[in-house]
C-alpha cells in the first residue's frame, strides 16, 4: 500500500491510496476538494489518470472536501462513498451518480483495500474520518475535528501510517485578522486540530507500528510547518524533519508501507 496526497489546505484537500496485489490494483481518492480538471492535473502528477481511480471517499460536505466530486463521478462513472447525512448536504442522494451509501465504524471493502469510515465531531451534517488497510498494514487519516475522543485514540492506535490534521498555532490563530466568530468556530470541539492538540492524540496512540507521520490541513495564515512538525516530534522523539508536510500546492509524493 502507499498513499499521497494532491494537496491539503482550506483551498483543496485530496489524497490517494494506493493497493497492489499481485496483477491487481486498487486506487481510491479520499476527498476532492479541487475542481474535477484540477484533480486530473495533480493526479497526472503522481502518473495516475482519473480513469484508474476506483472509489471517491468523501469525510464531509465542505467546499475544501467536496469540490468537483460529484463531477469528477458522474464523467469517469467512480462510485461515489459518504455518509448520507454528507449526502444530503451535497444532494448526491438526488445526482446522476453511482452513491454508495457509509455508516460510521462498518467496514467496506473497495477493491483489496479494506476502508472503516470513523465518527468524529466536526460541524457538518455526518461527518467521517477514514482507516484503510491492505491486510498487511493501516494508514490512517483525521483532519477536520476539533478534539480527542476516546474512540479517535482507539481506531487510530496501532497504525503503520497516520495523516494527521495540524491546522493551527494557538497564539498565531488568537492574534490573526480572523474575526471573533470565525476563530470561535476554528479553535472549537467542532473545529480544527491546533497543533498541541494534535500532539496529544498522537501521544494517546499505540505508535509501536507508525512508519510515517504526516502533518496535515495546516493553515496558511495561523500556522508555519516548523511549528506543526516540532510539536509532533516532540511526541516520537525524533526530529522535525521526521515529519511529512501536507502542503496546499504540491500535497505530498508517494509514501509507502
Not at 190 to 217: F, P, T, W
Request: aromatic share 4%.
Amino acid at each position: 500500500m502507499r498513499f499521497a496526497s494532491l494537496g491539503s489546505g482550506s483551498e483543496g484537500n485530496a489524497l490517494l491510496v494506493e493497493s497492489v496485489s499481485g496483477t491487481t490494483s486498487t486506487r481510491v481518492l479520499l476527498d476532492c476538494g479541487f475542481s474535477a480538471k484540477e484533480v486530473e492535473r495533480r493526479l497526472a502528477r503522481l502518473d495516475v489518470r482519473a480513469d484508474q481511480i476506483d472509489a471517491i471517499l468523501i469525510t464531509h460536505e465542505h467546499a475544501d472536501h467536496i469540490g468537483g466530486a460529484l463531477t469528477l463521478a458522474r464523467k469517469w462513472s467512480i462510485p461515489l462513498h459518504m455518509s448520507w447525512g454528507t449526502a444530503r448536504a451535497v444532494g448526491a442522494d438526488d445526482a446522476p451518480v453511482d452513491l454508495r451509501v457509509l455508516w460510521g465504524d462498518e467496514s467496506v471493502m473497495v477493491g483489496d483495500l479494506e476502508v472503516l469510515p470513523y465518527t468524529v465531531p466536526h460541524d457538518a451534517r455526518e461527518p467521517l474520518q477514514y482507516v484503510f488497510s491492505d491486510g498487511a498494514s493501516r494508514l490512517g487519516v483525521l483532519t477536520d475535528v476539533g478534539g480527542a475522543t476516546a474512540h479517535i485514540t482507539n481506531v487510530l492506535s496501532g497504525c503503520d501510517a497516520l495523516v494527521l490534521e495540524s491546522n493551527h498555532d494557538v497564539g498565531m490563530l488568537a492574534t490573526s485578522r480572523y474575526p471573533a466568530s470565525l476563530k470561535a468556530r476554528i479553535g472549537g470541539m467542532h473545529g480544527h486540530l491546533n497543533n498541541d492538540a494534535a500532539a496529544g492524540i498522537l501521544a494517546a496512540l499505540d505508535r509501536s507500528k507508525l512508519r510515517h507521520l504526516v502533518a496535515a490541513h495546516l493553515s496558511r495564515e495561523n500556522n508555519l510547518p516548523e511549528l506543526a512538525q516540532a510539536a509532533l516530534a516532540a511526541v516520537l522523539g525524533g526530529t522535525p524533519a521526521d515529519i511529512v508536510v501536507a502542503t496546499q500546492a504540491d500535497g505530498f509524493d508517494w509514501l509507502s508501507l
